[in-house]
């Protein structure tokens, strides 16, 4: 197994290597999400300035600024380009002399894609979060609930992965894919509960919401980093979910591939 594992090693450091070439991607990347993070945090508090305690949703200020915060950095870490690097190497053929390899597809890719993760949380969401935390007041964390925040986070990337390498995998039927990484962006963003914590939708859309994989990857972390839960079996029922959409998923990916290519088809000389 280890030796298997292995083999995969050179393209996280080949991945490592390409961010390098990049550094200025990181300070446009980091200027991006302290302003996205800056409407979204201050409109909020606009909505909850002068609520004595709890406002909607049982939050309190502290609360709905440490939510809508890491949700913007949770977004950075999963924006991973799998979706974008799997369909441009299906439109150019680029994928046809990976499969050469004596590797897996997806797993390669899904190695290729940690360095992303880990520069982004590094450069990017690191100093967001110290920056806001000067401006404005956040909420502090127990021990326990960052510990199950970490776990759940790790498991978001995990689901951040799958669902972007399913969209990556429409280039097997489109020769753009655009529009389908658009309309994923903009239904993650609702369904996980960035752009609105899934505490103040309507009865349906948040049942819908809940039941969706989305939750796990914004909601799901949040709601144990803000200790919203029910006892340690709520936590445990959080972390089960986002297991078993993780487990669900990567068997969705690997059908699919085998699937995918038997259509491929790669034109040259």
């Not at 909505?47 to 950075?76: D, H, K, M, N, S």
């Amino acid at each position: 197994m280890t030796a298997r594992l292995r083999r995969y090693v050179p393209f996280a450091t080949s991945g490592l290597q390409s961010l390098l070439q990049y550094r200025s991607m990181f300070a446009m990347t980091a200027m991006t999400a302290a302003a996205g993070a800056a409407v979204t945090v201050f409109l909020w508090r606009a909505v909850y300035e002068g609520t004595p305690g709890r406002g909607p949703g049982g939050f309190t200020v502290a609360e709905i600024t440490t939510y809508l915060l890491v949700a913007q950095i949770l977004q950075v870490l999963h924006s991973n380009r799998v979706d974008d690097e799997v369909a441009a190497e299906v439109y150019r053929g680029d994928v046809a002399v990976m499969l050469v390899r004596p590797v897996s597809y997806p797993v390669m890719r899904f190695f290729a894609c940690l360095p992303v993760v880990g520069a982004n949380a590094v450069l990017v969401g690191l100093p967001v979060l110290g920056l806001f935390a000067l401006i404005v007041p956040l909420s502090t964390p127990r021990p326990a609930d960052l510990l199950l925040f970490a776990l759940s986070t790790a498991l978001s990337v995990l689901l951040a992965f799958c669902v972007n390498l399913l969209t990556g995998m429409t280039g097997f039927l489109t020769t753009n894919t655009w529009g389908v990484r658009m309309v994923k962006q903009s239904v993650v963003a609702f369904f996980a509960g960035q752009l609105v914590p899934i505490a103040l939708m309507p009865g349906p859309l948040a049942a819908l919401a809940t039941a969706l994989p989305f939750r796990g990857m914004v909601d799901g972390p949040l709601t144990l980093l803000l200790g919203r839960y029910d006892g340690w079996a709520g936590a445990a029922g959080l972390l089960a979910q986002q297991l078993a959409w993780v487990a669900g998923l990567s068997l969705l990916c690997a059908a699919l591939w085998r699937a995918a290519l038997g259509r491929l088809e790669v034109l040259g000389g």
